[in-house]
């Protein structure tokens, strides 16, 4: 039975924990929940071609991430604690120059092989190389929104060549048929893409029915920078362009003001929270979670890209979630352990159209399994709590993402092939980039 | 061999890395590091009684945690997001008037062994029922500093009360006769101890050549209020009260002015930042650790009690510690990964009188082995800023206390009993507790 565990067909996940209490869940041929309930594991038994036995384990729906930048995995630790430009300039923008989609595509298979071990489900992605990145995602078994970063640098040249970049990019997807995979559009930012590109990818991604991942109001420099040049907050040319939407997921939003999250609220925007991100880069100003809350506006979880983070592990990113709000508005009661978990479950997944994040008949069986036993779960006064702010994603025993088993009692078949390229991918990268430069200013530091 | 792994006798630990390049480990019979090298364990092999073998792990110092009240484990996730009197008032004092020795035994074993799997070798604990935290720390074989909390609420008899505790507390500690548990006194903070007490702390102390461990500067009221009440600061007051010594652990210091940072350098104190704890119970501002670094004062990292955290986690809350830095401080550039690990390293191990915190010939062998082969260590551009940014306590294999194997390969003995016996003393506290107060209103929430 083990051996087909990560196999196909019908899947029996016995004896696990819900709020309701113990039940059995049982999963169809097309990776639907078709029946949670405590009888279901005598019934189902005869029907299911895998058997997972929880022993107690705690069942939640799978975490989704809602911003990332998946293969900058590669560039885990490589230039920190620098000023943004220097950083940027200096550090990763060589590197990016001399990437190629090979590095993308295990750059993206690390990723997911850390969201996997984390509990991650889904997420969505914004670089570029995105058809490479679409490979790997599809290897690894995940849900995942891509998009390919439209940046034009308000050159009507560049911003022709990154229509048919973004065109070729969703046919590309398209044509895969993978129903886990779905495409979007990338407008960077309003500093990196004109107003005609903003348009362009609002009209494009209406016509299509497909999603838009943005970055908005990151930092207070944008804002001021938008309304020194042409009068108007980042927030009001995006709409002005048509670029929110409810399939839209704005990153970060740090800087919004009152208006700007009602106005959010009422187009359905998916705001995607980046606590680690925006402390990391030092934002200054930390998501007004309360008024987006108090508007009613659907906040969401993100990591960010690995450069700025270092890492893709939600339940940890849950607690510094809870925790930022509470240090940065000064307020204990802001943002409680049971908010956070559903902006990274129910919140991400309706965000990224992957159903409700819930573990229910009729939905996606994205769901992971959690050690009951673990010393961060001990004692048990609330299950929630423990998990945002006593645990972090090594806690996680098994991740099924649409019925299929992506890890089970801690192991991703084919994680070392995936650790040992990546790791020669990012080292070959950072010997071309060097070869280029002269001589080499970044030994590891140990 | 592997059977005696957790006894006695001399060690060889076989091939793992260190800063220099890979070597082998010789811990004499005592407990101290007798060799460092790449010949090693050829010349050791034979006298030693045990040998660990590596495999290339990464070979670190132990981490020190300076401030925490352990046996608060037991309380991890019983109130969460409260503002603080509701907190303190309606749900904590009420569980802690219940509290009995064998919880103290049982909360602090299961704070250990938290400890232990995320790499901690030492800690400084500020508690009650001390002697039986004392007797759990034995048995798991860490380094503590242990002390009575003293709080004698400005009421001269509870002073007395309280000098006799202390006296009592110390000699017991004395009594055992185990190098790696020493004794501390406890003023609690300027709040709730009157000048008289904190006097007597600090003569005490001074004459027994213990440590002081003390709460300062946490939150803003705590100043407004000593200069309201007495004209004075508390660190003016503690100064004049001889608190302020080379001795002494000063845990929070947020709300220390420049001047103030200048003068805990001057006396050698010890500060203990405890970021996830300043910022889960907002406290409004964090360490000012610009000032602390310029001033040279030693500067180390405390989780604080579970109650606050809710996790023993450091290589977590090293990352809290960068990151709240740049984000309160509005620089990228503030407590660069290497610096937060120093901290929790040699600056503790410094702070708590348990040698240099360092892998040397002569230093106790504190050492922690770590996985280089986890995601979140891969790739390998800086050991440092993945152990700091991305990856948690899950990634020690193995911990190595004065030459004592508390945890190899993630095994602990013994876990499994301290989980359930925990669990059972948390959840009987909660039902002696609610059956005082009438019908329960704390349903685990799950």
Redesign the interface.
């Known amino acids: 039975m083990e051996h087909d565990l990560y196999g196909e067909g019908p899947l029996l996940i016995r004896d696990v ?1 819900l ?1 309701s209490g113990t039940v059995d869940i049982f999963v169809d041929d097309s990776g639907t929940i078709a029946a949670v309930g405590d009888g279901v594991g005598r019934m189902a038994r005869s029907e299911a071609d895998r058997v997972i036995e929880g022993n107690g384990a ?1 069942a939640l729906p799978g975490f989704v991430n809602t911003h990332t930048h998946a293969a900058m ?6 230039a ?5 430009q220097e ?1 940027l300039s200096e550090r990763i923008w060589p590197v990016e120059a001399h990437i190629t989609p090979e590095d993308i595509y295990w750059g993206t298979k ?1 990723a997911c ?2 969201m996997i ?1 984390a509990g991650t489900v889904a997420f969505s992605d914004m670089y570029f190389f995105m058809q490479d990145a679409a490979r790997a995602v599809a290897e690894m078994g995940l849900c995942a929104v891509l998009s390919y970063g439209f940046i034009d640098l308000f050159s009507e040249e560049k911003r022709e060549a990154e229509c048919r970049n973004t065109e070729a990019f969703v046919r590309s997807i398209r044509n895969m048929g993978n129903p886990l995979i779905k495409p979007a559009v990338g407008p960077h930012a309003v500093y990196t893409v004109s107003r005609e590109g903003l348009s362009w990818c609002a009209e494009y991604s209406a016509r299509l029915g497909i999603g838009i991942h943005t970055h908005l109001c990151e930092t207070e420099k944008e804002v001021r920078d938008a309304v020194a040049q042409w009068g108007k907050r980042p927030v009001q040319i995006l709409d002005e362009c048509g670029i929110l939407t409810p399939r839209t997921v704005a990153a970060h939003c740090c800087w919004l003001d009152r208006d700007e999250c009602a106005l959010l609220a009422r187009r359905g925007v998916h705001v995607a929270y980046n606590p ?1 991100s ?7 100003r ?1 998501l007004p979670y309360h008024w987006l809350k108090e508007e009613g506006a659907s906040v969401t979880l993100g990591t960010d890209g ?1 450069a700025s ?3 893709l ?1 939600l339940l ?1 990113d849950m ?2 979630a ?3 709000q ?8 802001i ?4 908010e956070a978990l559903s902006m990274a479950t129910s919140a991400g997944a309706r965000a990224l159209g992957f159903g409700n994040g819930t573990i229910a008949p009729g939905e996606p069986a994205d769901i992971i399994l959690i050690d009951s ?1 673990a ?2 779960n ?9 998990l945002v ?6 806690v996680v025993l098994t991740t099924i993402c649409h019925g299929r088993v992506l890890m089970h009692n801690r192991v991703i078949p084919g ?1 070392e092939e995936i ?1 040992r390229e ?2 020669r991918a ?2 070959k990268l ?1 010997e071309r980039t060097a070869e280029e430069r002269g001589p080499p200013h ?1 030994p ?3």
Do not use: Q
């Open positions: 924990r709020e705690i995995t590669l560039f885990r630790g490589y920190e604690d620098m000023p943004l950083w690390l092989a850390e071990r680690v925006n402390m990391k880069l030092a934002t200054g930390a690995c983070n270092n890492s592990d940890t607690k510094f809870a925790l930022l509470k240090f940065a508005w000064n307020s204990p009661t943002l409680p352990a049971g036993r010393v961060c001990t004692p048990e006064h609330s299950v929630t709590s423990n702010y006593s645990c972090s994603g090594s994680e650790l990546a790791s990012a080292r950072v970044f590891p530091d140990v």
